[in-house]
């Protein structure tokens, strides 16, 4: 393994996101799976911040398993996002599917994410390389960290090093969850790297009943953070309310991971 800049252990990367600094503070951010209308988003933003959270996110294109499933708002997804991340002083945090969209995306929001199914569209890497903004890089379901780092490596040599690794849990042969949340990914990337991670709990369990408790492991295994998926009514979320919590809930695991 050579990880030539994301390996350079004397050069930590620290990353501000709105008003807080990785490392330092927690990220947590919070928000619907998919954008889906702006009434919604302000509710959430209001809440999420109120307890805490200091980024807003929420898919406007979504990488969907059906092509009949919801997809996203697109361009008016991404306006609404930043209206309302502007409305709450709250960094935005959005997913990029395709090369041909980031100028767009970039265009609105502060953090780029790079979902698990794109970890090695190396074009996509490439591209967002050549962007200012951090980036939010998720594991790919089935990546190894080597395959994992090397996709970080490759946005680094483009210039960006202001990369957030992500867990998002990986398949294996269980499937009363929907993903295996690694927790050992947290220690070993600080383990073989200079940059960031955080755990999403809510893709890595695809439970809400676990999302508490997990969230609370990957903070005490040393996560920078966790990004968490909150709807206002889970039941009635056009994409992902099984692993969504309500506000009160998303109040109760902001008490929890307080005490940590
Ligand atoms: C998401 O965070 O909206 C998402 C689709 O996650 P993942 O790429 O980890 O499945
Ligand atoms: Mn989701």
């Not at 990367?13 to 988003?41: F, Y």
């Not at 980036?135 to 790919?140: I, N, P, T």
């Not at 998926?229 to 919590?245: F, R, T």
């Amino acid at each position: 393994m050579e990880f030539k800049i994301v390996g350079d252990k004397n050069n930590k990367v620290s990353i501000k996101i709105g008003n807080i600094t990785i490392g330092k503070d927690k990220l947590i951010i919070a928000g619907p799976c998919a954008v889906e209308n702006e009434d919604m988003l302000i509710k959430i933003a209001e809440k999420v911040k109120s307890w805490g959270a200091n980024a807003l996110r929420g898919g406007a294109y979504k990488p969907r398993t059906s092509p009949y499933s919801f997809q996203g708002l697109g361009i008016d997804g991404l306006k609404m996002l930043k209206n309302v991340g502007d409305m709450f002083n709250l960094p935005v945090v959005t997913e990029v599917l395709d090369v041909r969209d980031v100028e767009i995306v970039e265009r609105y929001v502060d953090v780029l994410q790079i979902g698990s199914r794109n970890m090695q569209n190396f074009s996509l890497l490439k591209e967002v390389g050549k962007t200012k903004k951090p980036v939010l890089l998720k594991r790919g379901f089935s990546a190894t960290y080597e395959e994992w780092l090397y996709a970080a490596e490759y946005i680094a040599v483009e210039g960006n090093t202001n990369i957030i690794m992500c867990e998002r849990g990986i398949r294996t042969f269980e499937t009363y969850t929907r993903n295996t949340l690694d927790i050992a990914a947290i220690l070993v990337i600080h383990e073989l790297s200079n940059l960031p991670i955080i755990a999403d709990v809510s893709h890595g369990t695809g439970k809400r009943s676990l999302i508490i408790p997990m969230a609370k492991a990957s903070i005490a295994a040393g996560a920078d953070g966790i990004m968490v998926e909150v709807h206002p009514e889970p039941d009635k979320a056009l994409s992902d309310g099984e692993q969504s919590l309500d506000f009160s809930q998303f109040e109760e695991l902001m008490r929890e991971i307080k005490s940590y």
